[in-house]
């Protein structure tokens, strides 16, 4: 399964750019890979590690902003189509499981 958040937050002040990059840093140290900007995707192995990294990113919300997230199968994953540009990741996605070269 990926975890796949989305934001948008706002930068207009200086405590929006400090939870802006707390929430980035937050994402990066907890194994979440930007897909693009402000869209990250973390490998979960069940839905009890989803549920619990869930919980974790409640805890770690800005004020302000939007912020969503999307549960999918590796399969559905998988089956990203890539329109125009191409991957940015050096991760081979298969059904059965992620290599890195």
Known sequence: M???VFFDLPMVT???LAEYRNFRRFLIKN???MMQE???SRLVL???SSNLLKKQIYKNLPDRGLIQ???VTEKQYASIE???GKSKSNII???DRVITL
């Open 93 to 95: 996605q298969t059904n």
């Open 14 to 16: 200086n405590k929006d």
């Open 38 to 40: 402000s869209v990250y």
């Open 82 to 84: 890539y329109l125009k």
């Open 46 to 48: 069940n839905n009890n």
């Open 2 to 4: 990926r975890l796949i």
């Open 31 to 33: 194994g979440f890979i």
């Open 69 to 71: 997230l999307l549960q």
